[in-house]
């Protein structure tokens, strides 16, 4: 099904996997053209998330890829693919190979935003694809972590993402089109014992009410239903945490 702007995870994926970054780095910059205000202007009449940029505007990947995952700016992923060096269809090949080899089988990208009805996938391979991003780049834990993030003409502007910052939630990303309805992948962190440990729920394809709300709310439920079949365990080598309830209990949700 679509999945929105949850797509901007693939995107994540594949630029630090070409540019990698630490939280606490800048990056390479790039000066904003007449070209990438259109594109902009573009977002703007056709209602797209976005963070607006001004010509002449120096801008680095670590400001991009902020405004990228919390507050889901559509226009700051071509910014992040032209300071790379490839044309969207190069950028595509990559996701799509990429999804391939994380073992992403039901999952298909046709750009770099999730704003076309083509980005599809399941719950379960963004689960994976979550998971392999947070272990892989610990700049992408920091960010998504944020509520709000400061951008340059912006101001400070807000998560996207529900509940960031509450109840242990720690992002990961969400989105919505009128295709996909409310699309929420997210992070939850537990204690269990002495053990804490991320757990991963996804919801896709929500159509009542406050679509993206809706999802925030279930994906919530479902993170917070799996406590109490979770057990800390003492091992010769430490404490383990094992899953007690039923294996269909947790489909559409990973713990890492």
Known sequence: MPIASVTKMMTTWVVLHALPLTFSQTGPCTTVTAYDVSVYDYDVRSGQSRARIVLGERICEGTLLRGLLVHS???????????????????????????????????????????????????????????????????????VTLPRVALPYNGVVGSYTPYVGVAGVVGVKSGFTSAAGGCDVMAVRLQIGHVSLLTYAVILGEHRGNQLGVAGDAALALSQSIRSSLRSAPQSAGTKVQWTGPTSDVQGLFVG
Request: proline residues 4%; charged residues 20%; aromatic residues 6%.
């Open 73 to 143: 700016a559509g226009d700051y992923s071509e910014l992040l693919r032209k300071i790379i060096g490839w044309t969207p269809a190069t950028f595509v090949h990559v996701m799509n190979r990429d999804a391939r080899v994380l073992g992403l089988t039901h999952t298909h990208y046709v750009d770099l935003t999730g704003i076309s009805p083509g980005d599809r996938s399941t719950a379960s391979d963004q689960a994976t694809l979550a998971v392999n991003l947070m272990d892989a780049e610990p700049i992408v834990d920091h960010i």
